[in-house]
Every structure is written in C-alpha cells, then in structure tokens.
C-alpha cells in the first residue's frame, strides 16, 4: 500500500508538470501600447529619429544574430512611424548595406535628416576595399524610402582620419543649424566633426576633433534647446549616456554629467532625443526581451526627458512602462 506520503508526493509531481504544460502553453498578455521595449516582433538598436509634419520617424539597426550567438549581425535597416510616440507601424526596409555597393558589412548606427524636400540617410558600415568602418549617405524623396547610394562612394572613408582603430569612423549625426549650415558629428573613441555643404553629400571644410569630452566612447547625437545645443555620447564600457552643452555647435563644450545609466542588460547605449506636441523624448536601446536579449539582441525603448531651469537636463529615468500617447 502506498503511504500518505507518497501519495502527497505523486500528487505534487502531477501538479507540477500539469503546471509546467500549462504555462508552455497558456498565451501570454501582450504588453500595453507604448511600453518598453516598444518593439517585440523584431530586435531593434541604436534608434534615431525625426519628426516630419506631425508624424515620428524611427530608424533603428536590426539585430539578427541567431539566439545564443553572441555577436554583431545587422544587414539592413528598419523603419517605423507614429502620431502618438506608442502606436508604430512598420515600413518596407528602406535601406540595406547592399544597396552601397561599396560597402560590403554592418548595417551599423545612423541618423535621417530633411532638407530641401529630400531625406538624406547617414549609415556607417564595414567599407568592402579599405580596412575599416565608413559613412555613406543615402537620399529618399519620401522619409519611408527607398533610399539609394547619393554619392557611389564614402562620406568618409577609413583613412580619412588618423586613428589607428578600424572602427573609428562609425555613428553618423547630423544637425542643421538656423543659418542653414549642416555639421556631420561621428567617431568611436575621438569625436570628429564636419561641416556639410548644402548637397548634404559632400564635406565643406576640413575634418575636425571635438575637444570637452570626457570618456567619449562612441554614439554622439546633437540637438538643440532653448539656445543651447547638446552634444550626449555613449561614454566607458560598458555605455552610459552623458553629454555637453554649447552655444555653438563648433564649441567650446562644456561636459554636464551622466543623462542615462548603464542599462543593465546592454553593453551597447545609443540615444536618440527629439520633441513632439510639447514633449522631449529619450529614445534608446536596452536588452530586455527574454529569452534571447541582451547586448547582441537589442530593443528599443522610450522614455521622457526634462530640462531643468539652467538649461541641463535631467538624468533620463528607464521605465517598463514607457510613455503614453501624446496628444
């Protein structure tokens, strides 16, 4: 005769696996409009954006190395946009590395910027005939694309600039200022600038060093506000965000402290900061889907962001929650 104790036991053990097949099975609540990461179906990184006629733009990098693989695989870019900064509709992929022919890897960080009636698309990638990383442009009469190689050649090319790293020449950011001037800032470990002629294609001047950043690492992303610009970057490593205030873009800049923390579950930090209906934004990527997350699966998430009375801004606070719809 079975004792009362292996009774109990057996009927824990079918609890338990009646259990376990149910939750395997059961369907999970999907998460509410506008929480984070606000991307589920794909992997999403180092985000940018622009805002055109009452409707946001988010350009991001697609991860896609296969789970548990733990390195960089990113061949093209995505597109998404919203009215109300929770609601994203997705866009044909509007850029691959392949449609620089020059270029033959990485689909890494990049920006999108309006002038004129045209998009232009800054994008480092692998250069296919010079060791090292590049920026190329592209150029779309519609902000969803197709975008196509504007020049059939480098922006900038490896051995433009002079450090000894191959992947010095990555994370393209592009500002117009009120005079109508466009400065390209970009680097990884030295922030270079540049300004841009009115084409948006070539290079108007020679290629200069940002000085007053302390730590910089990687991912600079320039804005304005009230009079001031800003300058954040990705800063040690692994990344948090800081950034630097100006009152010209060509400087001097002053270093104002850390913005964003160290996400936690991402080696890798990229902001991208925009207004919308009387709103500031920090949009970023951290690793949080399960199971298969992490520093080469990223995810973008968006936060709000506040300035203070003098100008600085307030460190960004990571939510699950998100944002709401603006209105």
């Excluded at 369907?27 to 179906?41: L, M, Y």
């Excluded at 794909?42 to 985000?47: G, I, L, M, R, W």
């Excluded at 400087?251 to 080696?267: C, H, T």
Aim: hydrophobic share 35%.
């Amino acid at each position: 005769m079975p004792t009362l104790h292996n009774r109990l036991c057996s009927l824990f053990l079918c609890f338990s696996a009646t259990s376990a097949a149910l939750a395997q099975t059961a369907p999970t609540s999907a998460p509410a409009p506008g929480s984070n990461p606000i991307i589920r179906n794909k992997y999403t990184a180092d985000p940018s954006a622009m805002v055109q006629k009452g409707t946001v733009y988010l350009y991001t990098g697609h991860d896609e190395a296969p789970a548990r693989q733990e390195r960089y695989v990113m061949n093209e870019w995505l597109c998404f946009s919203s009215t109300d900064m929770v609601n994203w509709t997705e866009h044909p992929i509007p850029l691959k590395v392949s449609d620089f022919a020059w270029a033959k890897d990485d689909a890494w960080a990049s920006q999108v910027v309006a002038r004129n009636g045209k998009f232009y698309w800054y994008a480092a990638v692998e250069h296919g005939s010079i060791h090292g990383k590049a920026i190329g442009v592209a150029v779309a009469d519609s902000p969803t694309g197709p975008f196509k190689d504007a020049r059939g050649s480098a922006l900038i090319a490896p051995d433009m600039t002079t450090d000894k790293i191959s992947w010095a020449d990555i994370d393209p950011t592009v500002f117009i200022d009120a005079k109508g001037q466009a400065y390209l800032f970009w680097g990884n470990t030295t922030c270079y600038y540049s300004k841009l002629k009115a084409n948006m294609t070539e290079l108007d001047g020679p290629i200069q060093t940002v000085a007053g950043l302390p730590r910089f690492t990687e991912a600079p992303w320039v804005h304005e506000h009230n009079g001031w610009y800003y300058l954040s970057y990705a800063s040690e490593f692994p990344e948090k965000i800081v950034y630097a205030m100006s009152r010209s873009l060509e400087g001097p800049w002053q270093y104002k402290g850390i913005l964003n923390e160290i996400a936690g579950n991402s080696n890798t930090n990229h902001q991208a900061i925009i207004d919308f209906k009387g709103q500031s934004y920090f949009i970023y990527h951290n690793g949080a889907i399960n199971t298969d997350g992490g520093s080469y699966r990223r995810s973008v998430c968006i936060d709000y962001l506040y300035y203070n009375k003098d100008g600085t801004m307030k460190r960004v606070v990571m939510t699950t929650e998100g944002v709401k719809a603006a209105k």
